[in-house]
């Protein structure tokens, strides 16, 4: 048997001269089998399915032909871009300008605050000065005492009765002061005021260190020369001053005061007299008889403990005298 007349061969495919991006599958035709018979079949027949295969060759290379084609990118738009990034700024700058505001918003509400606290903390405190000035709610109705022992509190209750009634806040130290005046026993004092209604005085009294005989009386005086009153007798503690000692405006007095004053209480209730010709040579006499060589004024209170510890020591021991007029080598006879 023979093929068919009219077949021609496909020509072959020719490579595009670039690697095509996308590629085109082309689908193949069934080609209707010819009976196989002794006779030639039909021209016309023949003829026929040769122009149906031209036409789809010429269709399926156009295809190739336009998938061989580069495909470009299209470049971005300059215009749209700058556009765009204008958006972003102007986003960014809102997104700035709020915080800004917010920030100072929150600056302004606090100082709108503290000026809120300090107007009313002035409020508060004028009306609580008009209330303690103007009215009786503030005003002293307690007068409290503190200290005294040899002044009468019943006379300084009346000294001081003249505040009753007075606002605190117009209670004044000098006021004070003149009212305490007429008592010589009272060295220095110091006031308090206790809302709502409470004054209270502290006094310091002055003690006697030394007495001087004076006709027939014995009359009592502090380290500072100030006359406490008058005795009948020296009282414990209080020992006659005699010689230039008992002339309150020499430098013997002023020294054997001085003296006096910043012993213990406990070693000057043993001293029954003391004497001195100058400020240099203060001499005391024990109630044990033994005489005691101070020295000057100075380094009392050490002399002072000197001297206690020597008369722990000798105990019943025979001394008439005790010299501590150096601290550093005390004697004794």
Same mark, same amino acid.
């Given at each position: 048997?023979?093929?068919?007349g009219?077949f $021609?061969?496909?020509?072959d495919r020719?490579?595009?001269?670039e690697?095509?991006?996308a590629?085109?599958?082309?689908?193949?035709?069934p080609?209707?089998?010819?009976?196989e018979?002794? +006779?030639?079949?039909? &021209?016309?027949h023949?003829r026929?399915?040769?122009?149906?295969?031209r036409?789809f060759?010429s269709?399926?290379?156009?295809d190739?032909?336009?998938?061989?084609e580069?495909?470009?990118r299209?470049?971005?738009?300059?215009?749209?871009?700058?556009e765009?990034?204008?958006?972003e700024?102007?986003?960014?700058?809102?997104s700035q300008?709020?915080r800004?505001?917010?920030? %100072?918003? @929150?600056?302004t509400?606090?100082?709108r605050?503290?000026?809120?606290i300090a107007?009313g903390t002035?409020a508060?405190?004028?009306?609580?000065v008009a209330?303690?000035? %103007?009215?009786?709610l503030m005003?002293?109705?307690d007068?409290?005492? +503190? !200290?005294?022992?040899?002044?009468?509190?019943?006379d300084?209750?009346?000294?001081?009765?003249d505040?009753?009634?007075?606002?605190?806040?117009?209670v004044?130290?000098?006021?004070?002061?003149?009212?305490?005046?007429?008592? &010589?026993?009272?060295?220095?004092?110091?006031?308090?005021?206790? &809302?709502?209604?409470?004054?209270k005085?502290?006094?310091e009294e002055r003690?006697?260190v030394l007495s001087i005989?004076k006709g027939?009386?014995?009359?009592?005086y502090d380290?500072a020369?100030?006359?406490l009153?008058?005795? +009948? *007798?020296?009282p414990?503690?209080?020992p006659?001053a005699?010689g230039? @000692?008992?002339d309150k405006k020499?430098? @013997? %007095?002023? *020294?054997s005061?001085r003296?006096?004053?910043?012993m213990p *209480?406990e070693l000057?209730a043993?001293?029954?007299?003391?004497t001195?010709s100058s400020?240099? $040579?203060v001499t005391l006499?024990?109630?044990?008889?033994?005489e005691?060589?101070w020295? $000057?004024?100075?380094?009392s209170?050490?002399k *002072?403990?000197v001297?206690?510890?020597?008369? !722990?020591?000798?105990g019943?021991r025979?001394v008439?005298?005790?010299?501590?007029s150096?601290t550093?080598? &005390?004697?004794?006879?």
């Amino acid at each position: 048997m023979k093929r068919p007349g009219g077949f $021609d061969r496909l020509p072959d495919r020719q490579e595009p001269d670039e690697q095509p991006i996308a590629s085109v599958s082309v689908p193949s035709v069934p080609v209707p089998s010819v009976p196989e018979t002794d +006779e030639d079949p039909a &021209p016309d027949h023949s003829r026929r399915l040769s122009g149906v295969l031209r036409r789809f060759q010429s269709e399926a290379s156009n295809d190739l032909e336009s998938a061989s084609e580069p495909v470009y990118r299209a470049e971005p738009d300059p215009v749209a871009e700058a556009e765009r990034q204008l958006r972003e700024a102007a986003r960014r700058v809102k997104s700035q300008q709020k915080r800004e505001s917010r920030r %100072f918003s @929150a600056h302004t509400r606090r100082r709108r605050r503290n000026w809120f606290i300090a107007l009313g903390t002035v409020a508060a405190l004028a009306l609580f000065v008009a209330v303690g000035v %103007f009215t009786p709610l503030m005003a002293v109705r307690d007068v409290q005492i +503190e !200290g005294a022992t040899s002044v009468k509190v019943e006379d300084l209750q009346k000294a001081l009765s003249d505040f009753r009634g007075v606002p605190l806040a117009l209670v004044q130290d000098s006021a004070i002061r003149d009212a305490l005046e007429p008592f &010589p026993g009272i060295e220095r004092y110091s006031m308090e005021v206790i &809302p709502p209604s409470t004054l209270k005085v502290r006094i310091e009294e002055r003690v006697p260190v030394l007495s001087i005989e004076k006709g027939g009386a014995f009359q009592l005086y502090d380290a500072a020369g100030v006359m406490l009153g008058t005795a +009948e *007798a020296p009282p414990a503690g209080v020992p006659l001053a005699s010689g230039p @000692a008992s002339d309150k405006k020499s430098k @013997a %007095f002023a *020294a054997s005061a001085r003296v006096l004053r910043d012993m213990p *209480a406990e070693l000057r209730a043993q001293v029954v007299s003391i004497t001195a010709s100058s400020g240099q $040579d203060v001499t005391l006499k024990l109630a044990s008889g033994v005489e005691v060589m101070w020295g $000057d004024a100075e380094l009392s209170k050490k002399k *002072a403990v000197v001297l206690t510890s020597m008369l !722990g020591a000798l105990g019943d021991r025979a001394v008439t005298r005790i010299d501590v007029s150096s601290t550093e080598a &005390p004697v004794f006879q």
